[in-house]
């Protein structure tokens, strides 16, 4: 460590360069102008970057804002000089087409920042679900020492003594709309009412996800993922990333030291057993690539597939963020993990410098209503499998939310209880499916599997959260409520239908989905992984050949510079959605 400590500081190159005395001062003279000294900047301080995420269009993130100036003290107190900058938006509810465009573009924008600029150490503001793996994957391609803190979610929710959480809301209280059973002016007033407070989305949806697995990645302060927006407690942990990143700098402790594939290996289990979200494997898998470290949808069904759901927030559940944290969080579930000696890897390090074993052995469960002990968990195999065919090389499908109902539809051989089959339905995108989905003439039947296409990362730019489709409303009022959806597009983290999505490679890039017709009969086969629509080798390639000569699967024009430049260049879902040229420069800061 003692070596560590002397060696002369990226900032340095910048702000106290005699070798080259003219950019120096030219350096330097510029962040003076508003009051930083001279002392500050050349007398060896690590000088920390805070990357701000939060921002008026981002009030999932935007309490960051007040969090930064806890920050700031905590850098100074350790002897540091903070620099705060601002991250390109991502707005999970407001940005259209879809935030995810804007995740590989933040990306970016951090990458060049972190590299460019004289910093020796970045806080990760995260929070909203893409700014979480944006912020991870630039840190991951830089390597300076990076630390992350959650904004927190929002308080829970309430509407007449019932918890309301995000998202879960909207889809619950949109069938009650469509039943009649409310009208639009409640309909809205119930879904405002799970979002009373700052901070993110209170349910176990992408953010609550992401934000767990970033400390589960070893990258948050033990315990910093759960903690509401508005608590004292986040403040005091803003405060303790601050102080910490400094260390970090002096300990020369990089993001290549933590998120290792060990790393990757916790936090696939720690997303089994908090539910999380399907959008996880994307984001992780983008994270690991970026870093180097091998990883894959395979990984995901061979680490996570058996390990139980313990966590029981909505929407797989019943409470909500504030319930999560005073339960214990993210600590609490791995301390429950490990004493059923399920966390694979308890010696991987984490930013405070300790083991995550370290960190949670000991972690009290207080609740085991909210955090369900491993021995009576709220479901078996709460992990996703990685199913294949000529539908796609890779799609994932969370196995434990199919109900029984839905299996005794779907049952094409008694003997054999894993596997469907149905008739496909496609839609060519989310705007056919809303514009055709209630006509009866469609024939779409409880023994239908819907099918979305042209909704992946080249379709429809970035990838739609649109695979979770309803079924008719003349389903509906007989009573079915779900029906099994394919698609090559991703679902809300908030939602919790049994749907095979990420399908890679999509329809865009003339993937399987491309070929299947409406009438086809489709085969799911959860035992052997696979999925395949029930047509001969021969009849696939003449539709692929048909396909081919037609130019290829049709998708809609781009309506932004950047949607043209990612369609260009962006990988498949499955591949975690990285600009593929991105991929090569790994650990790029000098020192
Ligand atoms: Fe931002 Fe859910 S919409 S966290
Ligand atoms: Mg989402």
Sequence with gaps: MSEKKTRTLRSQEWFDNPDNPGMTALYLERYLNYGLTSHELRSGKPIIGIAQTGSDLSPCNRHHLELAKRVRDGIAAAGGVALEFPVHPIQETGKRPTAALD????????????YGYPLDGVVLTVGCDKTTPAMLMGAATVNIPAIALSVGPMLNGWHRGERTGSGTIVWKSRERLAAGEIDYEEFIDIVASSAPSVGYCNTMGTATTMNSLAEALGMELPGGAAIPAPYRERGQIAYETGRRIVEMVQENLRPSDIMTREAFENAIVVNSAIGGSTNAPIHLNAIARHLGV???????????????LLVNLQPAGEYLGEDYHHAGGVPAVVNELMMAGKLPHPGA?????????????????LDTKVIRP???????????????????????????????????????????PDAFEGTAHVFDGPEEYHAKIDD??????????????????????????????????????????ALPCV????????????????ASPEAAANGGLA???????????????????????????????????????????????????????????????VLKPAVKYQRIAQN
């Design 103 to 114: 995740r590989n573009l933040a990306y970016l924008g951090l990458v060049e920042v972190l």
């Design 294 to 308: 091998k990883l894959d949808n395979d990984d995901w069904q061979a680490v996570g597939h058996e390990i139980p």
């Design 349 to 365: 390090l984490t930013v405070n410098g300790k083991t995550i074993g370290e960190n949670c052995r000991n972690a009290e469960n």
């Design 374 to 416: 491993f021995a009576d968990p709220l479901k078996e195999k709460a992990g996703f499998i990685n199913l294949k065919g000529n539908l796609f090389d890779s799609a994932i499908m969370k196995t434990s939310v199919i109900s029984p109902e839905f299996r005794d539809r779907y049952l094409s051989n008694p003997e054999d």
């Design 440 to 481: 009866p003439a469609l024939g779409i039947d409880e023994n239908s599997i819907l099918i979305m296409r042209g909704s992946g990362p080249i379709g429809y730019p970035g990838g739609a959260e649109v695979v979770n489709m309803q079924p008719p409303a003349h389903l509906i009022k007989k009573g079915v409520h």
């Design 487 to 502: 698609g090559d597009g991703r679902q809300s983290g908030t939602s919790g239908s049994p749907s095979i999505l990420n």
């Design 515 to 577: 070929l299947v017709k409406t009438g086809d009969r489709i085969r799911i086969d959860l035992k052997k992984g696979a999925a395949n629509i029930l047509i001969s080798d021969e009849e696939l390639a003449q539709r692929r050949a048909e396909l081919m000569a037609a130019g290829g699967y049709q998708y809609p024009a781009h309506q932004t510079p950047w949607q043209e430049i990612q369609r260009g260049m962006i990988d498949q879902l499955s591949e975690g959605m």
